[in-house]
């Protein structure tokens, strides 16, 4: 397959995030990027910059509340609080794969703000940073992708390359 398929996340469907995790990495299994060992961290990595575009992103809804106490109800409660009003409910994640036959491209753009990503990044992690509810999901793209995980300045796009 060449081409490009696209995907419109509405925000307001961030529920969806699994289904189109799972149609993401069946299309690049099915198209030969890579074999069926790597679903398992395709589908990590897809899955992380989708709910980073969409929780962060397009809701801005900060991960630090997270670290209180109930914090992991508080955050996905304001989630679907923020996925209700008005200036979300049209608003959607641009999700774009861009196949050929030597690349597959995919590429997520929130349309939010953008963040620091280069901060999280450059960052000195310690072992406790590994123990806490936020904050790892740029770190593991990076992780498992390498340079095949890059963000754009403002950081509000992400574009993931799966090569043959």
């Not at 589908?43 to 809804?61: C, D, R, S």
């Not at 994640?93 to 349309?111: H, M, S």
């Not at 939010?112 to 936020?134: C, I, R, S």
Request: charged content about 25%.
């Amino acid at each position: 397959l060449s081409g490009q398929i696209v995907y419109n996340l509405p925000v307001k469907d961030y529920t969806s995030i699994e289904a189109l995790t799972d149609a993401i990495a069946d299309s690049i299994y099915r198209n030969g990027y890579i074999d069926g060992a790597y679903i398992p961290s395709t589908k990590t990595v897809i899955h992380e910059g989708l709910t980073n575009a969409i929780y962060h992103g397009a809701l801005g809804v900060s991960s630090v509340m997270r670290e209180q106490e109930g914090g992991a109800a508080l955050f996905m409660a304001e989630i679907h609080k923020r996925s209700l009003y008005a200036e979300f409910k049209r608003q959607y994640v641009l999700v774009v794969l861009t196949l050929d036959k030597e690349r597959c491209l995919v590429t997520i753009e929130d349309g939010g703000l953008g963040f620091d990503w280069q901060a999280v990044m450059n960052k000195e992690y310690t072992a406790d940073d590994f123990l806490k509810p936020h904050g790892r999901g740029v770190m593991l793209m990076k992780g498992l992708m390498g340079s095949d995980v890059y963000y754009n300045k403002r950081g509000d796009v992400l574009n993931i390359v799966f090569r043959k």
